[in-house]
């Protein structure tokens, strides 16, 4: 009852508010009459009179008249309900297409008009379309595990389920994750060994996403997404339907009804911000928009509509690394051309990095619509046209080419002049859209690009902070005012990216030391003459040379290997190496080879009885690739070779793979570079980088980022933190990247340096969440928990006893997920610094705790209760003692 009452009746009377019809059935018993939920069996997925009724209500004549004839309506519905030998994605996205896109019949008899568009749904006009709610939804499924599955709210448009909602009492343990299950269990998506029949595929053939709640907190996620893909939906715009009060990270329900199910909010994510995104060769996930993305293109919309003059409608949005700036841009397209007053633009995205060219034209393509590439600079004429389309253009080939060489120049005595470049296209019905573009702030290129489109809207897109007030001024002064910001510390609150931590490791041979610089130069030159040397050093440098250096570089490697294999590898996880230049980052690889094969046969050197064999196996699993581009004709054979065999094993693709011992190519663990794939570059299996050269500012910020994407791994396990090991000491610069913000921006200062954290500071946090685990305990009267968890009890009986009491106290529900919460958390820290010495006085005390958690799960038959998301770490030693 305190479901119904807590969580779903005010979700019901909420949909009220915002205009839903609502079919309330009440809770406690099992509906027996179909036609209160406008069915005439349970069998029915679909409201199929209001799905009739429907057709003809939106489907006018220009007069106004309904031309659909029950034959044709038939038709339709036949195709919506008949998708035979196909599984839920593939019909869920023949369904989506049908409804964005509509079907079509044979003839409008009224008019004549052959083979006429019929609608689904009425984009333009939402008041045609009908909004129903129906709450336990019996759905009856002969031949399957249980006779009938009940969802707790189904959300029907025009008779079709776009949404099922689950809700749960927040007092359940893990509530949501519970909801979640259901969920899978409805649209019989759970893995099972046996493909054991649980639910009803065809509620979700229309689905456009779901929903978990327990009232204080609510998510949404689509067919594709696992339980961590799940996402808060934290603000509600337009401005205009924001009618209650909202604090920041706002996570309850009240909220995401009001931000995703107001009736037009709803019909505007189902048109134009969901795609299906191939994310790697064969696997498709759907992908509805989250709420940054929709209210920063709701702002831009506003913006292009209400600017006088394009530099009005022009503007900044700062959405962090990692956050989705692509799709982003994704769905402004989708959306302008579904907007009468701007679908005539012509659109042109701009990148400077070659290396993403092939990622944003793939991201580009799910516009829906064919993207023309410029791929020289003869083609920037392509854009001279009215043509209402998309582009792509590298910001490259706005560079002037005057096709001589400086010193040819010198050497004729000739004075150069310059090309000046020329105006493309001055109309002002054209969209700039420039990513990373603190980038393309200065220099020919940029000055070039704005030249040849005078009169352009210019939307700049950046995921690193404005970190000064010079960037910032410069930025807002060549691009217009900010648009819409999504900080680093909102973006880790949402799960859409992880923070950061930081790790010093410059050791004793501290790179800053000029006196080792000197001794090291002098070293490796001693054989030089003075004359040769000063040049030399003029122009190489003492710090290249020294970062370059084998012997350091050998010491750093077996550094990397020992912390990568303890910390990293035991969850599956990845790394980057950066070197200060190709010479470093290819032997950065060819000594990492050498330090794994040490750190191998140190393994099997051990006793038998205290070798790590799954570890042994995951060392010779591993592959080291240095991902570099080509030097000078006389590169160094080893580079060359490098560079080779990083290619023949398509290494940058094969990172991005999980572990997979039937498929050697995965076992590519860490990539050596140097400048490549330091922006951009979206691995989610990356947990760590080596950082081995000097970064400053946006490059700095840019490059840790490629460590804060989320991953979830096959065995539950969550990345919880990105790891950043610096050899180099750039954390000197992040301290003056941090150091020049003004007063004025105190609370930015205190975000970003919130994202990235020292290790030092988890060990209080460690402390606190092991404390919380004990209270919870003494809370309930068991005062010796401290006692027990430390094998400090005087005898077995007294021990007996506590565990007892201690797993009694599980028949409470709410007990329960309590113990799940703060065990989880002080889990979660315990992995983050399982190989620090003062983590090893937690051993004990974790395993004990963990066999308490397993006692509860049997008892009551809890299968929430479950390590599967606890670190390898903290699982293997928790597994050892339990066996």
Same mark, same amino acid.
């Given at each position: 009852?305190?479901e119904?009452?807590?969580?779903?009746?005010?979700f019901?009377?909420?949909?009220r508010?915002?205009?839903?019809?609502?079919?309330?059935h009440?809770?406690?018993?099992?509906?027996?009459?179909?036609?209160?939920?406008r069915r005439e069996?349970?069998?029915?997925?679909?409201?199929?009179?209001? +799905?009739?009724?429907?057709?003809?209500?939106?489907?006018?004549?220009?007069?106004?008249?309904?031309?659909?004839?029950?034959?044709?309506i038939?038709? &339709?519905?036949?195709?919506?309900?008949?998708?035979?030998?196909v599984?839920?994605?593939?019909?869920?996205k023949?369904?989506?297409?049908?409804?964005?896109?509509?079907?079509?019949t044979?003839?409008?008899e009224?008019?004549?008009?052959?083979?006429?568009?019929?609608?689904?749904v009425?984009?333009?006009h939402?008041?045609?379309?009908s909004?129903?709610?129906?709450?336990?939804?019996?759905?009856d499924?002969?031949?399957?595990?249980?006779?009938?599955? *009940?969802?707790?709210?189904?959300?029907?448009?025009?008779?079709?389920?776009?949404?099922?909602?689950e809700?749960?009492?927040?007092d359940?343990?893990?509530?949501?994750?519970?909801?979640?299950?259901?969920?899978?269990?409805?649209?019989?998506?759970r893995?099972?060994?046996?493909?054991?029949?649980?639910?009803e595929e065809?509620?979700?053939?229309?689905?456009l996403?779901?929903?978990?709640t327990?009232?204080?907190?609510?998510?949404?996620?689509?067919?594709?997404? $696992?339980?961590?893909?799940?996402?808060?939906w934290k603000?509600i715009?337009?401005?205009?339907y924001?009618?209650?009060?909202?604090?920041?990270?706002?996570?309850?329900? $009240?909220?995401?009804?009001?931000?995703m199910?107001?009736?037009?909010?709803?019909l505007?994510i189902l048109?134009?911000?969901? &795609?299906f995104?191939?994310i790697?060769?064969? $696997?498709? /996930?759907?992908?509805v928009?989250?709420?940054?993305?929709?209210?920063?293109v709701?702002? *831009?919309?506003?913006?292009?509509?209400?600017?006088?003059t394009?530099f009005?409608?022009?503007?900044?949005?700062?959405?962090?690394?990692?956050?989705?700036?692509?799709?982003?841009? &994704?769905?402004?397209?989708?959306?302008?051309?579904?907007?009468?007053?701007?679908?005539?633009?012509?659109?042109?995205?701009?990148?400077?990095?070659r290396?993403?060219?092939?990622?944003?034209?793939?991201?580009?393509a799910?516009?829906?619509e064919?993207?023309t590439?410029?791929?020289?600079?003869?083609?920037?004429?392509k854009?001279?046209?009215?043509m209402?389309?998309?582009n792509m253009v590298?910001?490259?080939?706005?560079?002037?080419q005057?096709?001589v060489?400086?010193?040819?120049?010198?050497?004729?005595?000739?004075?150069?002049?310059?090309e000046?470049?020329?105006?493309i296209?001055?109309s002002?019905?054209?969209l700039?859209? %420039?990513?990373?573009?603190?980038?393309?702030?200065?220099?020919?290129?940029?000055?070039?690009l704005?030249?040849?489109?005078?009169?352009?809207?210019?939307?700049?897109?950046?995921?690193?902070?404005?970190?000064t $007030?010079?960037?910032?001024?410069?930025?807002?002064?060549?691009?217009?005012t900010?648009i819409?910001?999504y900080?680093?510390?909102?973006s880790v609150?949402d799960?859409?990216?992880?923070?950061?931590?930081?790790?010093?490791?410059?050791?004793?041979d501290?790179?800053?030391?000029?006196?080792?610089?000197?001794?090291?130069?002098?070293?490796? @030159?001693?054989?030089?003459?003075?004359?040769?040397?000063?040049?030399?050093?003029k122009?190489?440098?003492t710090?290249?040379a020294y970062?370059?250096?084998?012997?350091?570089?050998r010491?750093?490697?077996?550094?990397i290997?020992?912390h990568?294999?303890?910390?990293v590898?035991?969850?599956?996880?990845?790394?980057?190496?950066?070197?200060?230049?190709?010479?470093?980052?290819?032997r950065?690889?060819?000594?990492?080879?050498?330090?794994?094969?040490?750190q191998?046969?140190?393994e099997?050197a051990k006793?038998?009885?205290e070798?790590?064999?799954?570890?042994?196996?995951?060392m010779?699993?591993?592959?080291?690739?240095?991902?570099?581009t080509?030097?000078?004709n006389?590169?160094?054979?080893?580079?060359?070779?490098?560079?080779?065999?990083?290619?023949e094993?398509?290494? /940058?693709?094969s990172?991005?793979?999980? +572990?997979?011992?039937?498929?050697?190519?995965?076992g590519?663990a860490?990539l050596?570079?140097?400048?490549?794939?330091?922006t951009? @570059?979206?691995?989610? /299996?990356e947990?760590?980088?080596?950082l081995?050269?000097n970064?400053r500012?946006?490059?700095l910020?840019?490059? %840790?980022?490629?460590?804060?994407?989320?991953?979830?791994?096959k065995?539950g396990?969550?990345?919880?933190?990105?790891?950043?090991?610096d050899y +180099?000491?750039v954390?000197?610069?992040?301290?003056?990247?941090?150091?020049?913000?003004t007063?004025?921006?105190?609370?930015?200062?205190?975000?970003?340096s919130a994202?990235?954290?020292?290790?030092?500071?988890e060990?209080?946090?460690?402390?606190s969440?092991?404390?919380?685990?004990l209270?919870? +305990?003494?809370?309930y009267?068991?005062k010796?928990i401290?006692?027990?968890?430390?094998?400090?009890?005087?005898?077995?009986k007294?021990?007996?006893?506590?565990?007892?009491?201690?797993?009694a106290?599980?028949?409470?529900?709410k @007990?329960?997920?309590?113990?799940?919460?703060?065990?989880?958390a002080?889990?979660?820290?315990?992995d983050l610094?399982f190989?620090?010495?003062m983590?090893?006085?937690y051993? &004990?005390?974790?395993k004990?705790?963990?066999?308490?958690?397993?006692?509860?799960?049997?008892?009551?038959k809890?299968?929430?209760?479950?390590?599967k998301?606890?670190?390898?770490k903290?699982?293997?030693?928790?597994?050892k003692?339990?066996?």
């Open positions: 009852m305190s119904y009452t807590n969580v779903e009746r005010p019901l009377d909420k949909l508010q915002v205009g839903w019809e609502v079919i309330d009440g809770t406690g018993f099992i509906p027996q009459d179909p036609s209160v939920s069996h349970f069998k029915e997925t679909i409201l199929t009179k209001e +799905f009739r009724d429907s057709l003809k209500r939106i489907n006018l004549t220009d007069d106004g008249r309904s031309w659909l004839t029950g034959k044709q038939d038709d &339709v519905l036949r195709e919506v309900t008949t998708q035979p030998g599984g839920l994605l593939e019909a869920n023949t369904i989506f297409e049908l409804l964005t896109k509509n079907t079509t044979n003839v409008n009224l008019t004549g008009e052959q083979s006429p568009l019929v609608r689904l009425d984009f333009r939402p008041e045609r379309n909004f129903i709610a129906v709450n336990q939804f019996r759905i499924t002969p031949g399957a595990s249980r006779s009938a599955i *009940i969802p707790d709210i189904v959300l029907f448009v025009n008779g079709l389920p776009l949404v099922v909602i809700c749960k009492d927040k359940v343990a893990e509530p949501l994750s519970e909801a979640f299950i259901q969920i899978t269990r409805y649209s019989n998506t893995d099972d060994d046996y493909g054991v029949k649980e639910g065809k509620l979700f053939h229309a689905n996403f779901s929903i978990i327990h009232g204080t907190e609510a998510r949404f996620g689509t067919i594709t997404g $696992e339980f961590d893909h799940y996402q808060n603000d715009f337009p401005e205009i924001r009618t209650v009060q909202i604090s920041p990270n706002e996570e309850r329900q $009240e909220v995401l009804i009001l931000g199910l107001n009736k037009a909010i709803l505007d048109k134009n911000f969901t &795609v995104m191939e790697k060769k064969g $696997e498709l /996930v759907k992908i928009s989250r709420y940054p993305q929709y209210r920063a709701g702002k *831009i919309v506003g913006r292009l509509r209400s600017g006088k394009p009005d409608r022009s503007g900044v949005v700062w959405h962090t690394q990692g956050s989705g700036k692509s799709l982003t841009m &994704v769905f402004l397209v989708k959306k302008m051309r579904d907007t009468d007053d701007l679908k005539d633009y012509k659109i042109i995205m701009v990148n400077d990095r290396d993403l060219e092939d990622q944003l034209s793939d991201t580009a799910l516009t829906g064919s993207v590439i410029i791929e020289h600079r003869r083609d920037l004429d854009l001279k046209t009215t209402s389309n998309l590298m910001l490259h080939k706005f560079l002037a005057n096709g060489s400086a010193q040819s120049l010198i050497a004729s005595g000739v004075v150069p002049k310059f000046v470049f020329k105006t296209n001055a002002e019905r054209i700039l859209l %420039i990513d990373e573009a603190h980038r393309t702030q200065g220099g020919d290129m940029g000055d070039n704005f030249v040849g489109f005078p009169n352009a809207v210019k939307i700049a897109f950046t995921g690193t902070p404005l970190l $007030e010079r960037h910032k001024q410069t930025t807002y002064e060549r691009f217009g900010p819409d910001t900080k680093m510390n909102e609150a799960r859409a990216t992880v923070d950061i931590l930081y790790i010093g490791r410059t050791s004793k501290q790179i800053l030391n000029k006196e080792l610089f000197r001794q090291e130069f002098e070293d490796m @030159f001693r054989d030089r003459s003075e004359e040769e040397r000063q040049e030399i050093q122009r190489y440098g710090m290249t970062l370059e250096s084998k012997d350091r570089i010491k750093i490697a077996e550094d290997i020992e990568y294999t303890q910390e590898l035991p969850n599956g996880l990845k790394a980057q190496v950066v070197g200060t230049s190709i010479v470093a980052a290819c950065y690889k060819y000594e990492l080879d050498e330090a794994i094969k040490a191998i046969a140190k099997q006793p038998e009885s070798r790590d064999e799954e570890l042994l196996k995951q010779q699993f591993l592959k080291v690739c240095a991902v570099v080509m030097m000078e006389n590169e160094p054979g080893y580079v060359s070779s490098a560079r080779r065999q990083a290619l094993m398509n290494a /940058v693709e990172f991005k793979k999980d +572990f997979n011992y039937e498929k050697p190519e995965t590519v860490i050596c570079v140097c400048d490549r794939l330091l951009g @570059f979206d691995a989610p /299996v947990q760590a980088m080596y081995d050269k970064l500012e946006h490059d910020m840019q490059a %840790i980022a490629r460590v804060n994407r989320t991953k979830v791994m065995n396990y969550v990345k919880e933190h990105g790891i950043v090991i +180099f000491g954390a000197s610069h992040l301290k003056e990247a941090l150091a020049i913000y007063k004025t921006d105190e609370k930015e200062l205190a975000d970003l994202y990235f954290r020292g290790l030092d500071k060990i209080p946090v460690l402390e969440r092991f404390r919380r685990v209270q919870l +305990f003494q809370e009267g068991v010796q401290e006692q027990f968890v430390n094998q400090k009890m005087v005898g077995e007294e021990e007996w006893e506590i565990v007892e009491n201690c797993v106290l599980g028949a409470e529900v @007990f329960r997920a309590q113990f799940d919460t703060y065990i989880k002080f889990f979660d820290s315990l610094l190989n620090a010495s983590a090893k006085d051993y &004990v005390p974790a004990r705790l963990g066999y308490l958690l397993m006692r509860m799960r049997d008892r009551y809890d299968e929430t209760l479950d390590l998301w606890a670190g390898a903290v699982r293997k030693l928790i597994d003692y339990l066996e």
